[in-house]
């Protein structure tokens, strides 16, 4: 099976990540960013730009935005932390994403803030296919907005933050020097490889 485009479980088995050959962890970096960007990043693009020359109030597709990045930061903080799975553990993975990410945590704070946007944003669209709050999807502004008992969450900054974070992490795993980083992408995606083994 392909874990990644063009890239099956076999070929991820072949690398030589335990020997410590460079060329073998900047391939696997290589695959992990085909897998997320081909699933999740791509898919997203296409639908900010075929919305791109419309007037903010014309643009439709902000669920299904927000429900891919939500998956997104669910898994890349899986990678980061080399779990093998997030069942029973996905709330406290979400709201790991949110306090670490440089990009998301100047918008959450505290703790309730995060939670607040786990249930109403997360588990909302997730789950409800619907915010569970009285929140406004929108496409400009800043990330997320509180005022007058009012929020907003802007789904395009949502995607160019998460894409910056999947970036930083990529970046981080190509350096030699992260290598307790590497060893938690590479147990996370041993899990991987194995289940999608056959």
């Known amino acids: 099976m392909e874990i990644a485009p ?5 070929d991820w088995f072949s690398l030589k990540l335990d020997e410590g050959k ?8 290589d695959v992990l ?7 999740y990043i791509e898919p997203v693009d296409i639908l900010l730009s075929a919305e791109e020359a419309l007037q903010p109030q014309n643009r439709k597709f902000g669920f299904t935005i927000l429900a891919i990045d939500l998956l997104l930061m669910e898994t890349l ?5 080399g779990l093998p799975t997030t069942k029973g553990r996905s709330k406290g993975v979400f709201l790991r994403f949110l306090e670490q990410s440089p990009h998301f945590s100047p918008h959450f704070s505290n703790e309730a803030e995060r939670e607040d946007f786990y249930h109403a944003f997360r588990c909302g669209i997730l789950h409800q296919a619907e915010i569970q709050s009285s929140a406004l999807v929108w496409s400009i502004g800043d ?3 509180r005022a007058d008992g009012i929020e907003i969450i802007n789904r395009n900054a949502v995607h ?8 930083d ?18 147990e996370k995606m041993n899990a991987i490889a194995s289940r999608e083994k056959y």
Do not use: N
């Open 22 to 29: 460079e060329a073998h962890w900047q391939k696997a970096v």
């Open 77 to 81: 903080q899986a990678f980061k932390e």
């Open 160 to 167: 160019r933050s998460l894409k910056a974070d999947l970036d």
């Open 6 to 10: 063009k890239f099956t479980s076999i």
């Open 143 to 145: 990330l997320y907005e």
């Open 169 to 186: 992490y990529l970046r981080y795993l190509r350096d030699p020097k992260s290598s307790e980083g590497r060893m938690k992408f590479k």
């Open 33 to 39: 960013k085909d897998r997320l960007y081909s699933r």
